[in-house]
C-alpha cells in the first residue's frame, strides 16, 4: 500500500535550521510529485513546494524560496526538505503528500516542528 | 495567483445536507478538491476532480464546480463527518488552499 512515512518531531531555536523527510513505498517513486505542506497550530492549510522525484527539480511558493531547500535519494525513494532561519512563525506541522489527479491523494503522517528558545 | 475563499463554519443536523462553498476567481476554469481533516490527523481526500470520490470515500460525499464556486456536500451527514473541510485548486503548478470550513454536526 502507498505509504508517506516523515521524520520525528524536532525541537530547534529561533535562527537555526530543519530538515524533515519524507520516505515513499508502495508505488513507483518517480512516478507522481511530491509537495509540502505546512498548518500553524489552529491554522490552515499552506502550500510550500512541488518536486519532481524525476530529477529533484523542485518550484518553491514564492514566500519560502530562497529559505526552503528540497534533496531527494533516489536509492532511499526519501525527500528531504530543509528549513532555513526559522522563527517563531515556522513552529507548524510539515506535511508531504503525493499529486495525482490534480489532488493529493496521500499524506504523510506529519512532522511537527517547534522554535522554541 | 488567486485567493480561495471558504465560510469559517457550518453547522447541520444529523441526516441532514451540509453544503461547503469555495469561491475564487479562477476556480471553474481549474479542477477542485476538497479534503478533510479531523483533529490529530493528516488530511484525507474526499473529493478530487471537481466530483471524482476516491475510494473508500462514502457515496454521500458529492462535489460541483462551475463560474467561481465549487461546492462539497454531504448529504444525510454524520456525527463522524464533523472535521474541517478544506477546497483545494491549482493557479499553473502552485497548489492554493481555502481558509478551511469546521463542520459541526448538532
Known amino acids: 500500500q502507498v505509504q508517506l512515512v516523515q521524520s520525528g518531531a524536532e525541537v530547534k531555536k529561533p535562527g537555526a535550521s530543519v530538515t524533515v523527510s519524507c520516505r515513499a513505498s508502495g508505488y513507483t517513486f518517480s512516478s507522481y510529485d511530491i509537495h509540502w505542506v505546512r498548518q500553524a497550530p489552529g491554522h490552515g492549510l499552506e502550500w510550500m513546494g512541488i518536486?519532481?522525484?524525476?530529477?529533484?527539480?523542485?518550484i518553491y511558493a514564492q514566500k519560502f524560496e530562497g529559505r526552503v531547500t528540497v534533496t531527494w535519494d533516489m536509492s532511499t525513494d526519501t525527500l528531504y526538505m530543509e528549513v532555513t532561519s526559522l522563527t517563531s512563525v515556522d513552529a507548524a506541522m510539515y506535511y508531504c503528500a503525493r499529486s495525482r489527479n490534480w489532488a493529493f491523494d496521500y499524506w504523510g503522517q506529519g512532522t511537527l516542528v517547534t522554535v522554541s528558545s | 495567483s488567486y485567493d480561495l475563499t471558504q465560510p469559517p463554519s457550518v453547522s447541520v443536523s444529523p441526516g441532514q445536507t451540509a453544503s461547503i462553498t469555495c469561491s475564487g476567481d479562477?476556480?471553474?476554469?481549474?479542477?477542485a478538491a476538497w479534503y478533510q481533516q479531523k483533529p490529530g490527523q493528516s488530511p484525507v481526500l474526499v473529493i478530487y476532480?471537481?466530483?471524482k470520490r476516491p475510494s473508500g470515500i462514502p457515496e454521500r460525499f458529492s462535489g460541483s464546480n462551475s463560474g467561481n464556486s465549487a461546492t462539497l456536500t454531504i448529504s444525510e451527514t454524520q456525527a463522524m463527518d464533523e472535521a474541517d473541510y478544506y477546497c483545494q485548486a491549482w493557479d499553473s503548478t502552485t497548489a492554493l488552499f481555502g481558509g478551511g470550513t469546521k463542520l459541526t454536526v448538532l
Open positions: 518536486t519532481d522525484p524525476r530529477d529533484g527539480g523542485t
Open positions: 476532480q471537481d466530483i
Open positions: 479562477k476556480l471553474g476554469k481549474n479542477y
